[in-house]
C-alpha cells in the first residue's frame, strides 16, 4: 500500500456564521520556511460555533482559547500520508505517527497583536529531533503530508468531528477538552508530496525589484520593502534641498555656491527663488580691493618701440561676501584724468576663454597688472585712485572697494642709443637701442668662406679653399741581386690643404743621373689624410740629392719641389758585397755575398813560350817545360846525347 506523509491544519464543519480560515501555502523541508495566509482570522477560538458535539471550552483555559478577535496560537504536524499507525521518528500515544512543530515568539501574542485577517505569514518553525528525523528516513514509495494541526489550542482535524475529511483517527487524551477545529475549510490546510518531489515552496518575502537597493533574489513575492538610492541635495538648509533623496550627491546650492542662482532657481522652476534665498538666509554680495601698489613708471615698460612715458601697477582683490561674483570691472582715476578697465568674470575678453571664470566666496581674483602708456601726465607726489564695481548684482557694502597709491616722478623720454657699447651711444637718451651701431669683427673678402656680410672690421679671420699636398719624408728600401744594387724609395706626403685632392704626380728627379721616376696617385685623399708612394729599382745617387717634383695637382700642372739629399745607393753597394764565392777560385772572397764572375783559377803548365810544350792557358810554371837540345840524336854514336 502507497502511504503519505501528511501535514495538515484541521477545520471543523461549522454553521454558516463560522468565518475562520487559514491557507497552508507552502514549506521548505530544508530550512523549515514555512507560509500561512490569514484568509479570516475572526472566530477561531471557542465559541458557539466550535462547541458542538460535545465540544467545551472549560473555565479557566488560556486566552487563546478565547480569542475569536485573531490567531495566537498555531501547532502543524506531519505524518505519513493515510498512515496512522505508529511510525518511524514519531509518537506513539495520543496521535500514533505524528510529530509537531511550533512557531516562533508565538507565545507572546495577544488578542490584539495576533494574525488578522489578510495577513501572510512567513516565519522559520521550531523543529524538534523527531521531526527532522522523519523528513530524513529514505522512503520508496510513502509520501508525507503536513497540516495545520492547531489553531488558537482547538483540537485538531480528528474523525469524530471530521469523519470525511480528518488526518487523525483518533484525539487521543485531548477529546473534547475544548473547542473543535475552527477551520471551515481543510482542503487548503495541508500539504502532500511524495519521493523524488518537493512540497509546494513557502512565500519568501521581500524587495523583488532589481534595480532597488535591497533586491533579494530569494524573494518570491514583493512585500513592499524595496528602497532605492535617490540622488540629490539632503542639507535642509541648501536652496535645492530634495526632501525625497536618500542620498547626497553634492549637488546642494548655497549663498556662496558658483552658479547657485541658475542652480535654485532652475531647481525650484522659479525664477524668483534665489532672490528669496539670499535675502531668508542674508547673503551679501561685496568685493574687497586688498591693495593697489606702485610697481615701476618708464619710457620703455612695454618694450624698446614704445619710447613714451608708462606707469604700472597692480591690485589685488577678493570676494569678501557670500554669493559668487560674475562680472566686475575697475575705475581709476587721478585729479581730473579718469579711465575704466574692461570687464572682468564670465564675459573677460567676450567670455568662452580659460579667464573668463567667476569669483566665488571667499576666493581672491589673479593680481590685476595695470599698464598706463598714453593720456595721463602727472605730477610727483600725486595720488592714484582705484575702485572696483560688481557689475548686474546689487552690493550693499560698498566701503571696501577703494584704493590708492602715490605717483612717483613723471618720466621723460628720449629716443636713441643707450648702450655705451654702441659707437652711437646718446647718455640722455632713455630709451631705442634698435638704432645703436657697433663694431662687428669678422672676414670681410666675400671670396673667403667665411665671409661676414654684417662684420664691419676685419679681423683677419678669412679662410680659404687651399688644395695642397705636403712631401714628408723618405725611407730607402735597399736591395740586391747577383747583378747589381739598388733600393726603393718610399715617399710619405699629407693633404695640408682643406680640400679633397684626388689626384697628383711625383717625379723623383736624381741630380746629375739621366734617369726619371714618376708616380701617380688617383683616389680620394681628404685634409689631413696622409699617402704613400713607392719609386722602384734606383741604382744612382746622382750628384747625391734628389729633387721631388709635384708635376700635377687635382688635374692642374703645377711646379712644386722639395729636395732631399740621399745615399740610398751607396748604402746599398755597401749592404751588398761582390766577389769570388767559389772556394776553389784563386781569389775566393769569403765576405762575397754575390758572384759578380770574378773568380779566378790556377792552371798548371808551361808558360814560357819558346818551350816546345809551351801552354798558353797555364798562368802557374810546374817546371815541365821541354826545349830542343842540339846535339847527336844517333844512340849509336859516340857523342850520343840521349
Known amino acids: 500500500m502507497k502511504k503519505f506523509l501528511t501535514l495538515l491544519f484541521f477545520f471543523p464543519l461549522f454553521a454558516l456564521a463560522q468565518t475562520c480560515d487559514v491557507d497552508l501555502i507552502g514549506y521548505d523541508p530544508e530550512t523549515h520556511q514555512v507560509s500561512v495566509a490569514i484568509l479570516n482570522g475572526e472566530n477561531c477560538g471557542c465559541n458557539e460555533y466550535t462547541q458542538q458535539d460535545g465540544n467545551t471550552c472549560e473555565e479557566g483555559t488560556s486566552s487563546d482559547v478565547s480569542n475569536n478577535e485573531s490567531i495566537t496560537h498555531f501547532v502543524f504536524g506531519i505524518h505519513i500520508y493515510e498512515d496512522y499507525t505508529v511510525g518511524p521518528c514519531s509518537q506513539a500515544n495520543f496521535h500514533p505517527g505524528w510529530t509537531f512543530a511550533y512557531p516562533p515568539g508565538q507565545t507572546a501574542l495577544t488578542p490584539e497583536t495576533g494574525y488578522q485577517t489578510g495577513d501572510t505569514l512567513n516565519f522559520s518553525l521550531l523543529t524538534f529531533n523527531d521531526w527532522d528525523c522523519l523528513l530524513e528516513q529514505d522512503f520508496d514509495e510513502e509520501c508525507l503530508e503536513m497540516v495545520v494541526w492547531q489553531i488558537n489550542l482547538g483540537q485538531t482535524a480528528n474523525i469524530e468531528d471530521f469523519p470525511t475529511e480528518y488526518w487523525t483517527d483518533t484525539c487521543g487524551t485531548c477529546a473534547n477538552q475544548t473547542h473543535m477545529y475552527p477551520d471551515i475549510d481543510l482542503s487548503n490546510n495541508t500539504l502532500v508530496w511524495c519521493p523524488d518531489e518537493l512540497p509546494p515552496p513557502p512565500l519568501y518575502p521581500g524587495c523583488t525589484d532589481e534595480e532597488a537597493n535591497n533586491y533579494d533574489p530569494v524573494a518570491t513575492f514583493d512585500d513592499g520593502s524595496c528602497e532605492y538610492t535617490i540622488l540629490g541635495c539632503t542639507d535642509p538648509i541648501a536652496c535645492n534641498y530634495n526632501i525625497e533623496a536618500t542620498e547626497n550627491d553634492e549637488s546642494c546650492a548655497y549663498c556662496y555656491t558658483e552658479y547657485g542662482d541658475s542652480i535654485c532657481n532652475a531647481y525650484n522652476n522659479s525664477s524668483e527663488y534665489w532672490d528669496w534665498y539670499v535675502n531668508l538666509f542674508n547673503c551679501e554680495v561685496d568685493i574687497q580691493i586688498d591693495s593697489t601698489f606702485f610697481v615701476e613708471a618708464g619710457c620703455n615698460l612695454l618694450g624698446p618701440q614704445f619710447c613714451q612715458p608708462q606707469l604700472r601697477f597692480h591690485t589685488d582683490h577678493t570676494n569678501v561676501g557670500d554669493i559668487t561674483i560674475y562680472s566686475w570691472e575697475f575705475e581709476f582715476y587721478s585729479e581730473d584724468w579718469f579711465s575704466l578697465s574692461g570687464e572682468y568674470g564670465v564675459n573677460y575678453n567676450g567670455g568662452n576663454n580659460i579667464y573668463a571664470v567667476s569669483l566665488p566666496p571667499g576666493q581672491a581674483g589673479n593680481t590685476l597688472q595695470t599698464f598706463i602708456f598714453s593720456g595721463f601726465e602727472w605730477e610727483e607726489g600725486d595720488t592714484l585712485w582705484v575702485e ?227 801552354n798558353p792557358d797555364a798562368n802557374v810554371d810546374d817546371g815541365s817545360c821541354i826545349y830542343d837540345i842540339l846535339g847527336c840524336t844517333d844512340p849509336t854514336a859516340n857523342n850520343y846525347n840521349s
Not at 571696501?400 to 651711444?425: K, S
Not at 640722455?428 to 672690421?457: F, L, S
Not at 741604382?539 to 703645377?558: A, C, H, K, M, Q
Open 388 to 614: 572696483a564695481k560688481v557689475i548686474g548684482q546689487v552690493e550693499d557694502n560698498i566701503s571696501n572697494n577703494l584704493a590708492y597709491f602715490i605717483l612717483p616722478e613723471f618720466p621723460i623720454c628720449q629716443w636713441g642709443c643707450t648702450d655705451p657699447l654702441a659707437t652711437n651711444y646718446n647718455p640722455d637718451a632713455t630709451c631705442g637701442t634698435d638704432g645703436c651701431v657697433y663694431v662687428i669683427p669678422g672676414c670681410i673678402d666675400e671670396e673667403a668662406n667665411n665671409y661676414n656680410p654684417d662684420a664691419t672690421e676685419d679681423d683677419g679671420s678669412c679662410t680659404y679653399d687651399t688644395t695642397a699636398l705636403f712631401y714628408v719624408d723618405t725611407e730607402c728600401d735597399l736591395n740586391c741581386n747577383d747583378t747589381l744594387a739598388w733600393y726603393d724609395a718610399i715617399v710619405w706626403f699629407e693633404n695640408v690643404g682643406n680640400t679633397i685632392i684626388t689626384d697628383f704626380c711625383i717625379e723623383w728627379d736624381i741630380i746629375g743621373f739621366n734617369q726619371e721616376f714618376i708616380e701617380c696617385f688617383e683616389g680620394e685623399l681628404l685634409p689631413g689624410e696622409d699617402i704613400i708612394l713607392e719609386f722602384n729599382t734606383i741604382t744612382s745617387d746622382g750628384g747625391g740629392g734628389v729633387v721631388i717634383r709635384l708635376d700635377t695637382l687635382n688635374g692642374e700642372e703645377v711646379d712644386v719641389t722639395w729636395f732631399q739629399p740621399t745615399s740610398c745607393y751607396q748604402q746599398a753597394l755597401a749592404t751588398c758585397i761582390y766577389g769570388c764565392t767559389d772556394p776553389n777560385a784563386s781569389n775566393y772572397d769569403p765576405n762575397a755575398e754575390w758572384d759578380n764572375g770574378s773568380c779566378e783559377y790556377n792552371i798548371y803548365g808551361c808558360t814560357d813560350d819558346t818551350a816546345l810544350n809551351y
